[in-house]
């Protein structure tokens, strides 16, 4: 088994959104009032090569996203910005590696945000799976207001719903074996949305933690501190415990989407450690 860390161009983002200021709605209108912006940040999309198929987690950001600068949407147009070539996005990427896209047999969406789905268009062919609650959340006019962009789903996307049993896996409440080794599984991560999951990927005694959003970085993650855009504060503070948790009780290396540590801890299996500089004093327990 091998896991990429494929980088589908750069996003800059307000520094309130990444280190959430105050609470509620404060917090979350901190992020457009701030006017301070991040450096560009990659956005990581991974493809493990499994040897049931190729499972692709997450699809990046697409081409599309350059027009947001333009959006009437006050999120878009003020406090987001990409920067993204055709060929870096995740179907000409995967071709550099030698995989046909429709080679890959699933795809998994931590959420549909617009820097999570924007690469959809690659695969038409495989099978797309969703949480069934993160899709109507996005879908429509409503997702539209929430800054979801359901207008840029290809007309063909028609995702399966992925359903999490509830079946504890580690210190998470609901998961599903994505594969028939088990050694794949969705778990459920809720917080920066309200039905945001994570992809676990077991390989030779370490687990891959595939995060999506629960945080911009492992720093983040260790010390509990939410992000500046996340639904439910209380409840991303618990996914955030429930990681440090499962670190503690197995070796893990942590992936979140924007981490520009990422790819380097991936390609060095570079461990979750909670008593080094980075340590927020022990993991919550539930
Ligand atoms: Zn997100």
Known sequence: MKIHAIQTGFVRIKTAQVEGRGVGLRRRLAVFTDSHWTEWLPTYAWVVEHPEGVIVVDTGQGTH????????????????????????????????????????????LTHLHIDHDGGLAHFPRSEILVSRGELQAASGWIGRMRGYLPNRWPSWFNPVSLDLAPEAYGPFAA????????????????????????????????????????????????????????IDETVARATLGAIRH??????????????????????????????GSEGSGGPERF
């Open 246 to 275: 499962l670190a503690v009780d197995r070796p893990t290396v942590y992936l979140p989407t924007h981490d520009p540590e990422s790819a380097a801890r991936l390609a060095n299996r570079s461990l979750v450690k909670q008593n």
């Open 65 to 108: 996203l350059l027009q947001t600068a333009t959006s009437l949407h006050p999120y878009m147009r003020w406090e987001v910005r990409f920067r993204i070539a055709p060929d870096q996005e995740l179907g000409p990427q995967l071709r550099a590696l030698g995989i046909a896209p429709h080679d890959v047999t699933r795809v998994v």
């Open 175 to 230: 998961s599903k074996r994505l594969t028939s080794a088990g050694d794949v599984v969705a778990v459920a991560t809720p917080g920066h949305t309200a039905h945001h999951v994570s992809v676990l990927v077991e390989n030779q005694g370490i687990t891959y933690f595939l995060a999506g959003d629960t945080s911009y970085t492992q720093r983040l993650m260790l010390a509990g501190h939410v992000d500046g855009v996340c």
